[in-house]
């Protein structure tokens, strides 16, 4: 699939969800190449006049600057009581709507809004959707830097393969907006990702892992049918 082909998939269904948005809302924004279309897309609502009085609490660096950069007001979680709606990506979307984020190194924030979200909607192109969990992408998880070494033993112990996430164009690992760094562990099979993401969450050091079970109210697939983007809703 061409990367043209992919981005008219990710603007569809970010243009999909962004339509979900109403008037007065808080909403939750994620962070990802297909949530970055949705921000630019609620920004373009707001500039026109479509939308009015909405206010933003991003999932990390990037989701705050875009947001800016498109007009919309920023609040944090001191300044409200609730989220009316989250939107954001996916790295693996199952059948039982579980996902595993956190390619963009931002799934503990990301998992703290989304989590008190009123509801929430995951943005996806169809290549995310997968049959068995873990299939194509690792579980992130988050650590605190002096406890590397205990974690990746535990996570090995686990049955897991866990490799310290590097940057790019930088030297060094990846460093998340918490100041934590990333593992990412590969498992031949994950059966029961309710009980990983707690055993795994439960290993001192571990700040929060990208299982993310029982969260997803609704996904928008991108995908393309006779060439052209088309979005499927899965509830």
Known sequence: ???????????????????????????????????????????????????????????????????????????????????????????????????????????????????????FLVVVDSSKLVTELGSTFPVPVEVLPLALSPVTRALTNLGGEPVLRMGVKKDGPVITDQGNMVIDVKFAAIHDPDELEKTINNIPGVLENGLFVGLATRIFVGELVNDQPVVREIK
Request: hydrophobic share 45%; charged share 25%.
């Open 1 to 119: 699939m061409s990367a043209d082909a992919v981005k008219a998939m990710k603007q569809a269904v970010a243009q999909a969800a962004a339509q979900e948005v109403k008037s007065g809302m808080v909403v939750g924004l994620g962070t990802g190449s297909t949530t970055a279309f949705v921000i630019q897309f609620l920004g373009d609502r707001l500039k026109s006049g479509e939308l009015s009085n909405i206010v933003g609490i991003p999932t990390s660096f990037q989701a705050s600057v875009l947001a800016k950069l498109y007009g919309i007001p920023l609040v944090t979680l001191d300044d409200v009581e609730r989220i009316d709606i989250a939107i954001d990506g996916a790295d693996e979307v199952d059948p039982d709507k579980v996902l595993i984020k956190g390619g963009g190194a931002a799934h503990t924030r990301e998992k703290i809004v989304d989590g008190l979200a009123e509801e």
